[in-house]
């Protein structure tokens, strides 16, 4: 059995979609930070945060597959390991 993960609380932020980079396991985007909803104050607008999306199945069949430069998003995301943000592919919609 695989040990477990730390993981941080839940932080929710709306931001829009810099750069995406598809890769065999999961998706990667850069987000820049318009506001936060929920989570930690050390978002501050205008901010970049990479964030690695998880989710079931084959990564082109994932809903973060379709997200492109621009996007504007809702994302609930937590702190893993103390390395990444991470969110999961059923944890974002589009926002406005």
């Known amino acids: 059995m695989a040990p477990?993960?730390?993981?941080?609380?839940?932080?929710?932020?709306?931001?829009?979609?810099e750069s995406v980079t598809?890769?065999?396991?999961?998706?990667?985007?850069?987000?820049k930070v318009?506001?936060?909803?929920k989570g930690s104050p050390r978002f501050q607008l205008g901010d970049a945060m990479g964030i690695t999306f998880s989710g079931i199945g084959e990564v082109s069949n994932w809903r973060a597959y379709s997200l492109k430069k621009g996007d504007v998003i809702r994302c609930e995301i937590r702190w893993v390991e103390d390395t990444y943000w991470e969110a999961f592919d059923?944890?974002?919609?589009?926002?406005?």
């Open 90 to 96: 059923d944890g974002w919609s589009y926002a406005g």
């Open 4 to 17: 477990e993960r730390r993981v941080g609380e839940l932080a929710v932020v709306v931001g829009r979609v």
């Open 22 to 31: 598809r890769e065999a396991y999961t998706v990667k985007i850069t987000l």
């Open 34 to 37: 318009l506001s936060e909803e």
